[in-house]
């Protein structure tokens, strides 16, 4: 899920021409994989696993074209406003999370999503 989640934030990142970002990630070997092959790995190098072939090779294609990345990896219990939102996502699989944020209208997606980034937040000391 971690390397779909990826693939979908960097194809959301190049639709929208971004010129920098900072990509974060509670799984370890999805930050690595994709800073392996940002710096230039094969996506068939970075991991031999059969089922993450294709989507590893939609991240190596999402990479080609941005530049100005810096990948992160950070702690789970830091990381709960990720987690609530993917959750979110895979209940709702018709639902389209390519808008702004502003655009969301779902007053109980922002308030949990509000709660969330202040545990977050604390949670980093």
């Not at 639709?15 to 710096?39: N, P, W």
């Not at 294709?54 to 190596?60: Q, R």
């Amino acid at each position: 899920m971690e390397f779909t989640a990826m693939e979908q934030g960097l194809r959301i990142l190049r639709s929208l021409q971004a010129g920098a970002a900072v990509i974060e990630g509670d799984s370890q070997l999805a930050i690595t994989a994709a800073k392996r092959m940002y710096a230039g790995a094969k996506a068939s190098k970075v991991t031999q696993h059969w089922r993450l072939a294709k989507v590893t090779e939609s991240i190596a294609d999402y990479l080609g074209w941005l530049k100005g990345l810096v990948f992160q990896a950070v702690r789970r219990k830091a990381n709960t406003i990720a987690d609530h939102l993917a959750n979110v996502s895979i209940e709702n699989p018709t639902t389209i999370w390519d808008n702004c944020w502003q655009d969301v209208s779902c007053p109980d997606l922002k308030k949990n999503c509000t709660l969330l980034s202040r545990q977050d937040l604390m949670n980093e000391r």
